[in-house]
């Protein structure tokens, strides 16, 4: 049973201090799952076989794990005041490498974090056939953002994500160094929040961040109804705010865009997952992987 380190012992010790918790937010992410699954729709609004309706949730509400962590990196960024030296993207997804997977094993989350990395090599393999890969974004490209995350998960635990680095051909020569990379990265964070800054076992951070939806525009209302129904937000809001003494409220909040992708309004302190995100992952899986 893992227990949450003291914060005079998270600041002599680091390494279980800068991996989320392993207690009470569990249960909400197998509970996310399974209410996912239950009323998983497919975009024709058939209704899968619950195996496969729970494989596409693993993966495209994997995929929205994975990015709403990277969203609360950039929360973390700014709202600690934490000044960065390379692309602020990798640093988000650096945060969303660590505190994506838990402490201890959990089959739901496991299995989300690992269908969060499939989208991203998926997406890139699409990106590359149709030669779209853009090289001047900010972000890496989906290839390495996947590597670098199975990287850091790995390193936490090869007998959990060991076969995920096999799947995805996570090279040797890198692998060899994932122990230390992980190790740099997690102990950045917890120095660069500040140790003051993690709540012990059941605390709660004095800013809270509220979850809210927009009304869907009605070719969203479907997905938009399993977001809601999983409460996939409110587990991830849920640890995040009982792991961390956040500087200000957030508000997370799902609503419609005009492209699949999720932002972070620094003034607002506000985090929006987009609809369509969750469209976008369940038709390239749809169209790549879920095919027979
Ligand atoms: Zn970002």
Redesign the pocket.
Known sequence: MFVRLSRTAAAACCLFAVTAPAFAAEQDFTEALDKGVAVWTDPDGSTPSPERARAEAEYVLGKATF?LY??F??AMIDDYKIGWIVQ??AI??AFAGIYMPASEANEARDSLAIGGIRAFMDRGTRMAENDDIDYAD??LTDHQRGFSAACLMVALSAERFGALAEEIALPASRRDYCGAERNQVAEAWLKLIGPANYLDEGQTSKNRITVSYDDPNPELKRVADILKASGLMEAIAKEIETTFQLPFPILLRAQNCDQPN???FPDDHEIGFCYNYLDYYQSLGLSVRFTD
Request: avoid cysteine; charged fraction near 35%; proline fraction near 0%.
């Open positions: 990015t990277h969203e990196g950039h602020e993207e988000a997804d900010s972000h999720e932002f972070w």
